[in-house]
């Protein structure tokens, strides 16, 4: 029997330019009390590549652990997440749900999206990389529950029975642990009590926060909300969970 590993392979193919597109593996202990489930891996380094008179930016490296401190998710995590709830990255155990680097279909204001820029590389240069990107939030949840290994991979890293507090951050993150699927029906519950569930044979406390992407966003009341909760009921949950 094939283990989660073989299905998902550390190397997948190539970045565009130069590396290899790996896998993103968890990062922090695994007996850790408190752990953090993110959507996708970021990259970690962007290369330069000319295009029809434009200047495109492309992924040539993506983070080895999930929320790498040189990654922008890494930097928000530590700002954002950890500092305010009084966590160290020794205490706590981070992963993310889908395993490998998207390329974002955002599409910023030069009118172009990071995985519109791979796309145009490898038509020009010939050359198929392995990045795909990123589906639509309801997509990706169910690419999530039906990739070969995924739920193992999943279940081994968060089997911890020391586990007893598990943080989702995003939409995607909360349907997924809440077996929804639609993630948008997902953002109702941010910021609500604190549940005990069941998820993926284990048992423990499950709170769920916002992506850190809509802490920086235009839409009102996240960072407040945000703030607010890591002050008061966050910091309680952390304590009770580092108690042996």
Known sequence: MSTWRE??????????LAGELIR?????PGDAAVAILGV???ATKLGR??????????????????FDPNSRSGRDLDVHYL????????SVLVTDLWPYYLATTAVGSNGRSMATNVKRYEAASGVKTAVEPRPAPDALLEQAR?????LDRLADVLGSPALRLLLTLGNESAAFVRGLKSARAAQKLLYKPVV???FLGRTFRVAHLTHPGNLMGE?????EAHDSWCSDIGQSLIDQALRR
């Open 24 to 28: 993103t593996d968890a990062a922090g």
């Open 83 to 90: 500092k305010p709830l009084g966590l160290g990255r020794d």
């Open 146 to 150: 039906e990739l070969p290994g995924n």
């Open 40 to 42: 996708y891996p970021a």
């Open 49 to 66: 590549w000319e295009y029809d008179g434009h200047v495109c930016q492309l992924p040539v490296e993506v983070e080895r652990m999930s």
């Open 196 to 198: 005990e569930l069941e």
């Open 7 to 16: 299905q998902l392979p550390t190397n997948r193919g190539r970045l565009p």
């Open 219 to 223: 839409e009102p009341g996240w960072q």
